[in-house]
């Protein structure tokens, strides 16, 4: 009797302290949600920022609510309403027909945009897709690049129902999603250039296929690494005279208000080596991802941008409507800040350098966008496309605008 009473009770023990653990793990907190990518390497003497990403309005925004009139410019130019009706419209491209394709990132449409003369109208291509931000056209087709798919519509042109190819399997497109909206163009040489930003704000890439931009055959094929440590370029243009390559370039965030700067760069020659992640706009280095000599041998930028203005879409200026002395001039895009106590971008500015990215000057051009006085923003311009009679079109991604800006004299 003893034996099965010492029994009994090493059962009860037991029973108990197994009740025990399951009301515990019945009111243990639940395990904290992961933090957002955009706060990863927040330092901790910042951890009660307010700071953080401003998400656009993605809704369709009528011209009569736009105030075009704010727009400021050299004397002679002038801005107009082009289109409306594309919320979240980014990169453009034109057609051989003269429509132009805008791609988007939160929405995940390609929008066509056609001109009837005295207005435009817009049409969606596709929709649904993953940040479909990159839109490019060659020899008839329009290709479409998502972060992980690549369509091809063939013919599109004339045929507005043209179904899409899909040639995703031959890009090898990495898999994570973070900075991966793309920015996509042919260059002199016939190939189809493509970045991958880095998968987070600051890391050691966890593979080596991030920050960096590579070009490809249109079919995907002869994929090659044409410039490394780019953290996120959306945006370049090849110089009308060199035919090289230059591209913007976003500096990490949660370094403080005033560092590092975002860029504009030069490649010169392939397998440049731009920095990312232990050195930044080409002599700053990383606090965290520590290297000896960070900076050492890394490319230095063509101009300073200034610090989380948001680089975007890059144009060399060759038409022959602007006056002569824009003939050659780098018209680039600064979205606007976030990650910085008092906004800054929200314009369109020139960078005026030599052919070979020296004495460059960074000069205001399209402005008005922000309020300096309250820091209130109204728009925000994303790319520019030049058009066949000289103007300059330009997206406003926060209202899914274009305006065209002209000259006169």
């Known amino acids: 009797m003893k034996t099965v009473h010492r029994i009994n009770s090493v059962v009860l023990a037991m029973g108990l302290a197994l009740g025990a653990s399951a009301v515990q793990a019945q009111t243990a907190a639940p395990a904290a949600p992961p933090a957002p990518a955009w706060k990863q390497g927040m330092p901790e003497s910042m951890a009660t920022s307010t700071l953080a990403p401003m998400a656009g309005k993605n809704i369709a925004t009528p011209a009569a609510d736009i105030p075009i009139d704010k727009i400021k410019l050299p004397p002679g130019f002038k801005a107009e309403i082009w289109a409306t009706g594309l919320p979240g419209g980014r990169a453009m491209t034109q057609g051989d027909e003269g429509k132009i394709y805008v791609g988007t990132r939160g929405l995940g449409r390609v929008y066509e945009v056609s ?121 370049f243009d090849w110089h009308p005279v060199t035919k090289e390559l ?101 314009d369109i500015v020139m960078v005026k350098a030599s052919a070979d990215g020296k004495n460059s000057q960074v000069v205001p051009f399209m402005t008005g966008f922000m309020n300096e006085a309250d820091q209130s923003f109204w728009g925000r311009p994303a790319y520019m496309l030049q058009m066949k009679d000289g103007s300059l079109l330009v997206s406003d991604e926060q209202l899914g605008a274009i305006y065209r800006v002209s000259y006169a004299k």
């Open 115 to 235: 001109d009837n003369g005295g207005s435009r109208s817009v049409r969606t291509v596709v929709d649904k897709l993953n940040q479909p931000a990159g839109v490019a056209f060659n020899k008839g087709a329009l290709y479409v690049m998502a972060i992980d798919k690549v369509l091809r519509f063939d013919g599109i042109a004339t045929n507005p129902a043209a179904a899409p190819v899909d040639i995703t399997a031959a890009f090898n497109l990495p898999k994570e999603q973070h900075h991966n909206w793309k920015y996509i163009a042919f260059g002199p040489d016939g190939k189809l250039y493509v970045p991958f930003g880095a998968p987070c704000n600051i890391c050691a890439l966890p593979s080596p296929e991030y920050a960096q931009i590579r070009r490809y055959n249109p079919d995907g094929s002869g994929m090659e690494v044409v410039a490394t440590g780019v953290r996120n370029s959306v945006g």
């Open 246 to 346: 230059w591209f913007s370039n976003h500096g990490r965030d949660w370094m403080g208000d005033d560092t590092p700067n975002d860029t504009v760069n030069r490649m010169h020659k392939v397998g440049l080596n731009f920095g990312f992640p232990s050195c930044h706009q080409g002599n700053v280095a990383d606090p965290e991802i520590k290297k000896d000599n960070a900076c050492a041998g890394v490319e230095q930028p063509v101009a300073l941008m200034g610090p989380h203005v948001a680089t975007m879409g890059m144009t060399f200026y060759t038409g022959n409507m602007f006056p002569p002395e824009y003939q050659g001039v780098l018209f680039n895009a600064r979205k606007g800040s976030w990650n910085r106590t008092k906004k800054s971008g929200y």
